[in-house]
């Protein structure tokens, strides 16, 4: 249930980075709302992915770093941010990290 957890957490993160970028720096104060609301939820589930007995290196580190990446690659397709050949690298050697990780 832990992963469960752990994956609900990581898409409320995302989304509240998400909306945290489409508010312009809360300067359109709607968005506001939403982002509140991810984050709430983004640490609520992560508590609940430690409740279950997650260790906090593996929870936090799968979580920062799948944020990382999907924040980059969602980034792209919606606000065609610039996805360079470095990040893709970096998105990589994130991927590698957290295998590393979980197999440790």
């Known amino acids: ?7 609900l957490s990581i ?3 995302v989304s509240g980075t998400l909306c945290l970028r489409a508010s312009a ?3 359109h104060k709607i968005w506001f709302i ?3 609301i991810s984050y709430t939820a983004a640490f609520f589930f992560l508590g609940r992915t430690l409740a279950e007995g997650m260790p906090l290196g593996v929870a936090y580190g799968l979580w920062a770093a799948c ?5 980059c690659l969602l980034s792209r397709v919606i606000w065609k941010d610039p996805l360079t050949r470095k990040a893709l690298i970096g998105i990589g050697f994130i991927t590698v990290g957290v295998i590393l990780v979980e197999i440790g």
């Open 34 to 36: 939403p982002v509140a």
């Open 67 to 71: 944020g990382v990446a999907l924040v």
């Open 25 to 27: 720096g809360l300067q």
């Open 1 to 7: 249930m832990s992963w469960l957890w752990l994956a």
């Open 11 to 13: 898409l409320s993160e």
